[in-house]
Every structure is written in structure tokens, then in C-alpha cells.
């Protein structure tokens, strides 16, 4: 191997719920170093969780990573030149990347919503993922699609 294997970052746990996940997850929604800010829309939108979950005993955090692991890929399609074209080729993706990819869907997906603040576009994109539902959902399914499309170059990953 020519170049060193990157070290796993390590995260220390949010001051909530205790949970390196979460500080993982807020790292992602934070904006020019506005950390506070991060938490602040990532707890207000556990709480309105809370407020619009009907007859679910699950609390707002085990929804949230339900929510997540529904909206996380398992696959993708990267761009190889072969022979003059582009093929695209579906290759399995890491576990923490699967985890990164999740996190990213469900935080631009919540951006678009047309909602009124950041907290509750992002409750409701969460709760939409935890129902199997929501834009989230769906580019998770259209991602899918396109590598089961594409599965013929399946042996082109090297």
C-alpha cells in the first residue's frame, strides 16, 4: 500500500445523551464552526420528537437512529472510464460511511423541507425516515436502484 490508512476519528459524547453518535450526527448539521448552535437545533428537534410521536414507547433518540439506519445506503455507483465510455460501476460501501452517507441524506433532506425552523424541518425528516417515508428515504431507494441498474459492471471494482 503506498499511502497510510486514515485513523478513525474518535467522538466524545454529547452532554445529553451521553452518545458519540449524536455528537457525530451534530458535527455534520454545524456551519462555520457553530457548534452550540448544532446542538441547540439537534435538541429541539428530539423534543418536538417527542410532541409528535403518537403511540410509539420508543423514546426520541432510538427513533432518530431507527431513522437513521432506514435512510443510511448500502451501496453506490462510482464513474470508472473504461474503453472510451463511463461506466458506472456499484461498489458496497464501508460500515462507517454508510453512517456518514445516512447522516448527510438526512440533514440535506431536512433543509429542503418547507418548514418554519431547522429544528422542525429536521424532526419531521426524522420522523418521516423512522416511518419509511420522506426525500430521504426515497434518494436512499434511488441510489439503490441505480446499482441494481448498473450491477452488470459489477465486476469492474478493483
Request: net charge positive.
Amino acid at each position: 500500500m503506498r499511502k497510510k490508512r486514515k485513523k478513525k476519528k474518535i467522538y466524545f459524547p454529547d452532554p445529553k445523551f451521553n452518545d458519540s453518535l449524536v455528537t457525530r450526527f451534530v458535527n455534520h448539521l454545524m456551519k462555520n464552526g457553530k457548534k452550540n448552535l448544532a446542538y441547540k437545533i439537534f435538541y429541539d428537534a428530539m423534543k418536538k420528537i417527542e410532541q409528535i410521536k403518537e403511540k410509539e414507547e420508543k423514546s426520541a433518540l432510538e427513533i432518530w437512529k431507527v431513522g437513521l439506519k432506514n435512510v443510511m445506503p448500502h451501496v453506490e455507483v462510482i464513474s470508472r472510464r473504461m474503453g472510451g465510455s463511463n461506466i458506472q460501476v456499484p461498489i458496497i460501501i464501508s460500515p462507517d460511511s454508510k453512517i456518514t452517507k445516512g447522516m448527510k441524506l438526512l440533514i440535506s433532506c431536512a433543509a429542503i423541507r418547507n418548514e418554519k425552523s431547522m429544528s422542525n424541518k429536521l424532526a419531521f425528516e426524522i420522523f418521516d425516515a423512522f416511518k419509511e417515508q420522506g426525500e430521504a428515504v426515497k434518494r436512499k431507494e434511488n441510489i439503490h436502484k441505480m446499482a441494481e441498474a448498473n450491477k452488470a459492471f459489477s465486476h469492474f471494482r478493483f
